[in-house]
């Protein structure tokens, strides 16, 4: 039947094929990468064990598993927080930090909160870049005169000989 067929319609034919053959890889691309996003969630298990599908009594997956979700949960809840932070930051609102106090000693694990504001973020960006700034120019001004020294060394050294001879 292609004999039949103008070059107009094989055309079409042979577009719908392409798109239709594009549109079936973009999916086995989709799940390509599902299998692989599956593959690190459970390659991120520590002892290996993997769910096998059966769930206990009350449809809980075993301990292991479980506390996997809630971790992931906990991520997810961090980084919605953290993103939160971010637009209230760009609006240029104070926000709240929530510091973990790393002192081992104190068992409490108490938090300190610091507000904090993109103008004090701006401050102290400013501050970290000009004491940068500084040591980097003198460690080369150092150079300049270790290299100046050096220059009148030699100098002075062979100048000395030609002008008393």
Do not use: C, W
Request: hydrophobic fraction near 20%.
């Amino acid at each position: 039947d292609d004999r039949k067929l103008t070059p107009q319609e094989r055309e079409e034919i042979e577009r719908e094929k392409d798109i239709r053959e594009r549109d079936e890889f973009a999916k086995r691309l989709v799940a390509k990468d599902k299998r692989r996003q599956r593959s690190k969630l459970d390659d991120d298990n520590d002892d290996g064990s993997y769910y096998s599908g059966s769930d206990d009594d009350e449809g809980n997956r075993g301990g292991k598993q479980s506390s996997k979700e809630d971790e992931a949960k906990k991520r997810m809840e961090r980084l919605q927080k953290k993103e939160e932070r971010d637009r209230r930051l760009a609006r240029g609102e104070a926000v709240i930090l929530d510091d973990d106090n790393d002192d081992s000693n104190d068992n409490n694990n108490e938090k300190k909160k610091k507000s904090i504001s993109i103008h004090d973020m701006r401050e102290e960006s400013r501050r970290a870049y000009l004491q940068k700034r500084t040591k980097r120019e003198l460690e080369l001004l150092e150079r300049e005169l270790a290299d100046e020294e050096e220059l009148i060394a030699q100098v002075g050294g062979g100048g000395e000989s030609s002008l008393t001879a």
